[in-house]
Structures are given as structure tokens and as C-alpha cells.
Nanobody, 119 residues
């Protein structure tokens, strides 16, 4: 596994979590990075993406205003700050390199991290 998503867990509605995406064998700095999630019984869906130069950040409408994607070049990490979490946000979250720009196909995937939003 070359990419790793971490930071998931159980949180109450309205709570926050910060997910991290790291790589073990290459630098994330050369890639646009996407965050995806897959809820039980549903297809995997892209929810956010950040360009390699950090000049483009895109969000799925359902998370816009609640989630923030960012990258830390020094630590070679991409974060997804998730605030005001809702039960509908419950899913396994994955990060992936994008083949080119945000909106292109995902390339390399990592293991996901489970986020459960429940009281």
C-alpha cells in the first residue's frame, strides 16, 4: 500500500475530525490529491480535491462549507478537515492521487479510514 488515509473514528453529529493522507514511497507534492468516500451499499464518490500547486480546491456540494482540504508540503501530507459532521457523512474515506488535474481519473489508492457519525 503506497497511500494511507488515517484519522477516522466515531464522532457525534456536529463534531469534527481531521483526516490525513500520506505516502510511503513517493512524494504527494507532485500530484493533485482527491478525497473519496464510500458509504455502506453505495458507490465510491469523490468529495474533494486539491491541485499539486494548491491553487485549485474543489468540493462536492454536500460537503462545501463544512469540509476543508489542505496540504502541508513540509510534512508531505494532505488533510481533510471535517466539521459539522452529519450521520450521512458516515463512510470509509480514501485518498488517491489524480492522474493529472482535479477532475481527472484517480490513479493510486490507499487504504481507507472509517468515519462513523452517530450519537
Amino acid at each position: 500500500v503506497q497511500l494511507q488515509a488515517s484519522g477516522g473514528g466515531l464522532v457525534q453529529p456536529g463534531g469534527s475530525l481531521r483526516l490525513s493522507c500520506t505516502a510511503s514511497e513517493f512524494s504527494l507534492s507532485y500530484y493533485s490529491i482527491g478525497w473519496f468516500r464510500q458509504a455502506p451499499g453505495r458507490e465510491r464518490k469523490g468529495i474533494s480535491c486539491i491541485s499539486s500547486s494548491d491553487d485549485v480546491r474543489v468540493y462536492l456540494d454536500s460537503v462545501k462549507g463544512r469540509f476543508t482540504i489542505s496540504r502541508d508540503e513540509q510534512n508531505d501530507t494532505v488533510y481533510l478537515q471535517m466539521n459539522s459532521l452529519k450521520p450521512d457523512d458516515t463512510a470509509v474515506y480514501y485518498c488517491a492521487t489524480m492522474e493529472a488535474f482535479c477532475g481527472s481519473s484517480p490513479g493510486r489508492w490507499g487504504q481507507g479510514t472509517l468515519v462513523t457519525v452517530s450519537s
